[in-house]
């Protein structure tokens, strides 16, 4: 049981857009910057978002990340083939002092 | 170019004892926080502990604590996990991720993972 919810799956066609939830608290979320990463498969987790909407160098600009509350979504515009992969939101946890992930989300591309 | 290179997984019994390593380059290690997360394969990503960069501050998952130790030698450049006691569940792939180095905690760098099995 994982502290953030993600739904477990999404789909979409491509050229499409698809949004991911990451549901979680005030001591969490509520209170603290999110990332998300994507993980392909047989692959290591990449840092996608930081600073809940904040794009490292190299991620294209159709992923975005936005906070409201306890919540956040990263949103996916454009949709790729290549874009499949399981997507994971994480961030701090300041009552159990140490770090938290979402249980993941695949992303299917019809 | 960032570089982690996990190795020292394994098959271990029950019980049983195992070192992690995990190689640095392409940063000044010393600078950066350092986190180990797991992956039961098929599964979601599991915080295991982290580190601060001179290694007086550490931090563990309750699920671990009194049974991981997360320590580092930075003049080897290298990130370690001793696990005693070791359970059937924390079979997993264990990565090593570097911290931001900014104010706000986020994982910008990953190893490729080294696979631990418990089992007798």
């Known amino acids: 049981q994982s502290v953030l919810t993600q739904p477990p799956s999404v789909s979409a066609a491509p050229g499409q857009k698809v949004t991911i939830s990451c549901s979680g608290s005030s001591s969490n979320i509520g209170n603290n910057y999110v990332s998300w990463y994507q993980q392909l498969p047989g692959t290591a987790p990449k840092l996608l978002i930081y600073d809940t909407n904040k794009r490292p160098s190299g991620i294209p600009d159709r992923f975005s990340g936005s906070k409201s509350g306890t919540s956040a979504t990263l949103g996916i515009t454009g949709l790729q083939t290549g874009d499949e992969a399981d997507y994971y939101c994480g961030t701090w946890d300041s009552s159990l002092s140490g770090g938290v992930f979402g249980g993941g989300t695949k992303l299917t591309v019809l | 170019e960032v570089q982690l290179v996990e190795s020292g997984g394994g098959l271990v019994q029950p019980g049983g004892s195992l070192r992690l390593s995990c190689a640095a380059s392409g940063f000044i290690f010393s600078r950066y926080w350092m986190h180990w997360v797991r992956q039961v394969p098929g599964k979601g990503l599991v915080w295991v502990s982290y580190?601060?960069?001179?290694?007086?501050?550490?931090t563990y998952a309750d699920s671990v604590k009194g049974r991981f130790t997360i320590s580092r030698d930075n003049a080897k450049n290298t990130l370690y996990l001793q696990m005693n006691s070791l359970r059937a569940d924390d079979t997993a792939v264990y990565y090593c991720a570097r911290d931001s180095g900014s104010v706000t905690t986020f994982f910008d760098s990953w190893g490729q993972g080294t696979p631990v099995t418990v089992s007798s």
């Open positions: 580190i601060n960069g001179d290694g007086a501050r550490t």
